[in-house]
């Protein structure tokens, strides 16, 4: 229901309103359903919250990955801050010689500063354009993937959205200018002026081996949380469920002020049932009464000799057909499955999951045992095999307390239908709505969705995470690699005539590369520790996000840091190797 707090009034106090009202309704509907169990056994309660539900009070894995990914955008924003920053300060300490000219000529600081300033914002803003462009794309992508019910918006036709670009490239020319204003803060007139080109702006800078050591690190940050939700997906992939997920088809009925009596329904039921099994291209059809992970139904159960079931865990319940287990593909180990003898007026029976035998009738042969289903009073459901466990509430620690019964036994004119095709499910979904929309009366329809859309909803958290951190990791990495091959071919232009020296007094080719490669290596190994610091503590809070995987993998850290080295390696070698050939007479003469 929708309600709207009254001024002045807690969620506390709305919470324990709406929860008493909700009891007294309950008890209410137990005097006309006896089925349902007492009060005292489920607890029932309500809640207070925002009609977004992400918004809480149980705000789902998905929209704290969600959180983290904004922060991961914000890290790849600093990298490539941090990356153009030392571009700019480069080329500023290449400018040294005409920034005092400028001054000398009269040019005020001010003036000279708000330059450095504009080339920087002109720089951002062109920078904003094309990210703005880039995320009208790349947005459409992502909801296609992740928010197909989402509806089309337009980010370049969001104020808020443009209001953010635009805020957020003004922020990034401010941090990029900074650097190459400050270093003209410390401007020589008389030293630069009279200094060469090349004698003024060589020089080793830890302002550009300081941004170089953050990229390195943040690369590192971005590539270990993208490692860690990777390896999340894969466990979540390949985890046991107890059922297919491909080739079953999910088929719900939606009724649309269609009345139809008990016995109309059950009929419905039936002649859905007998056309989905004589579609091409079906091969097992079944009814339902509950889905993994979209809907549960359990009830209260009494065992001989146990004095509380409920006290066991939560036991929930499916009603089948005949060809439910071969149509989800889940195995009986023991007895049977529910088979055509099951009829309304046959004796009740129940096929129980093994964590279920184990836990009603530890040591004991579950088959033929007695279960009372709803209360104490009703005839016994007999157990007459048993099946594998699987996942119906959480991929995680389920306990798979979990039975069938028959649906000719237990609410006929309820549920809708599981069909497993040849092949993927998504192929002959369109199809088979259509032929069972045929046999619907009046306004009411059939919806056809893919078992494994249902499951998606499960595992959207860690794809998100796997795609988005994935993306941004590479991205930051390829920043990362530009940069320190930037900075480390203009060191290698500033040092053509130290480098022609040494090899004019014999040192070697691979000498001089070694010289240039070590001094990168000795960069990215400064970063690479930094990050993985940093990752370690970071880890602490991402560690709830992944699925089967310590946020402390030494098998991803220790990829990460040889990825890290590896390129590190390269972008100092092709510019170290490009000096190492040039003419020792050439640079000697070089200015």
């Not at 990752?535 to 850290?557: I, R, T």
């Not at 890290?564 to 000096?579: E, H, K, Q, W």
Request: glycine share 8%; hydrophobic share 50%; net charge positive.
């Amino acid at each position: 229901m929708l309600v709207q707090r009254k001024p002045g009034v807690s969620v506390a106090a709305a919470d324990a309103d709406l929860t008493n009202a909700y009891r007294r309704s309950y008890e209410v509907q137990r005097t006309t359903s006896r089925m349902l169990p007492p009060a005292e056994m489920t607890r029932p309660h309500a809640l207070a919250a925002s009609v977004l539900s992400e918004r809480g009070p149980n705000e789902s894995d998905f929209a704290k990955v969600a959180t983290w990914v904004s922060g991961v955008a914000l890290i790849v924003l600093l990298i490539a801050c941090a990356n153009v920053a030392n571009l700019l300060l480069a080329r500023a300490l290449r400018r040294r010689r005409e920034i005092a000219v400028r001054l000398a000529l009269g040019v005020s600081r001010a003036r000279l500063l708000s330059q450095l300033l504009t080339e920087s914002l002109v720089l951002a803003l062109l920078g904003g354009l094309t990210g703005l462009l880039v995320a009208e794309w790349g947005g459409a992508v992502l909801r296609a993937q992740f928010l197909a019910r989402s509806a089309q918006v337009s980010l370049v036709g969001d104020a808020r959205t443009l209001l953010f670009a635009g805020v957020a490239a003004l922020v990034a020319g401010l941090l990029t200018g900074l650097a190459p204003v400050l270093q003209t803060r410390r401007v020589d007139l008389a030293g630069d002026l009279k200094a060469g080109a090349r004698e003024g702006t060589f020089q080793r800078s830890r302002t550009r081996a300081a941004l170089l050591v953050l990229q390195a690190a943040l690369s590192v940050v971005l590539l270990v949380g993208a490692g860690l939700f990777v390896r999340s997906l894969r466990h979540v992939r390949v985890i046991p469920l107890g059922y297919d997920v491909d080739p079953v088809l999910l088929v719900d009925l939606n009724m649309r002020g269609v009345q139809l009596d008990s016995a109309q329904k059950v009929a419905l039921r039936r002649e859905l049932l007998e056309t989905a099994q004589a579609i091409p291209g079906v091969e097992h059809a079944s009814r339902q009464l509950t889905v993994p992970f979209w809907s549960t139904w359990s009830m209260g159960l009494h065992v001989a000799g146990i004095d509380s079931v409920s006290r066991l865990g939560e036991f929930d319940l499916n009603a089948v057909t005949p060809e439910y287990f071969a149509t989800l593909g889940t195995r009986i180990l023991r007895g049977r499955g529910i088979g055509a003898e099951d009829t309304q007026h046959a004796p009740r029976a129940m096929v129980v999951s093994s964590a279920m035998a184990k836990t009603l009738w530890p040591g004991r042969d579950p088959i033929g045992q007695c279960v009372k289903v709803g209360d104490d009073t009703v005839p016994c459901s007999y157990v007459v095999g048993v099946a594998e466990n699987i996942k119906a509430q959480q991929l995680g620690d389920d306990p798979g307390l979990f039975y069938y019964l028959s649906s000719d036994q237990w609410h006929p004119d309820e549920g809708g239908l599981f069909i497993r095709t040849r092949g993927e499910a998504a192929r002959h979904a369109e199809t088979i709505r259509r032929r069972l929309q045929q046999v619907m009366p009046g306004a009411s329809y059939v919806t056809a969705t893919p078992l494994r859309e249902v499951l998606g909803e499960q595992t959207r958290s860690w794809q998100l995470g796997a795609t988005m951190f994935l993306a941004f990791g590479a991205l930051a990495l390829a920043l990362a690699a530009i940069g320190l091959y930037s900075v480390m071919a203009y060191n290698v232009s500033q040092r053509t005539q130290e480098l022609g020296v040494r090899a004019a007094l014999g040192a070697q080719q691979r000498d001089l590369v070694r010289l240039v490669v070590d001094e990168g290596l000795t960069l990215g190994a400064a970063g690479i520790v930094i990050g993985v610091v940093i990752a370690l503590a970071g880890g602490n809070w991402l560690g709830p996000l992944l699925f089967q995987e310590s946020p402390h993998d030494p098998l991803v850290f220790g990829f990460v840091t040889v990825v890290l080295l590896g390129v590190t390696a390269l972008a100092s070698f092709v510019p170290a190797r490009r000096a190492a050939r040039v003419d020792p007479m050439i640079a000697l003469r070089a200015e």
